[in-house]
């Protein structure tokens, strides 16, 4: 599986985050579970959210083939020289 998802958070506060995530799944030698290595990307408008623009992130997770369900953890790398 090649993950490849574009989509619209919208937060409880209700400001739009658009998100863009891509990566790869490696399967376990029995094909139950797939590890996910992702690349993250997020746009926001509003103020609180736009630290957003300025990040790049990374994921790691698992997905469930028979049920599809993804449990992702999401890191910022930040760019300090920006």
Do not use: H
Not at 10 to 29: C, H, K, M, N, P
Not at 57 to 62: A, D, F, T
């Amino acid at each position: 599986m090649l993950p490849n998802t574009r989509g619209v958070i919208e937060t409880s506060d209700g400001a739009l985050v658009i998100f863009d995530l891509e990566g790869r799944t490696i399967w376990s030698e029995d094909g139950s579970t797939g590890g996910q290595n992702l690349v993250v990307t997020f746009e926001a408008e509003e103020e609180p959210y736009r630290w957003l623009n300025n990040v790049l992130c990374v994921g790691e997770g698992v997905i469930d083939p028979e049920k599809l369900r993804a449990k992702i953890r999401i890191y910022t790398c930040v760019n300090e020289l920006l």
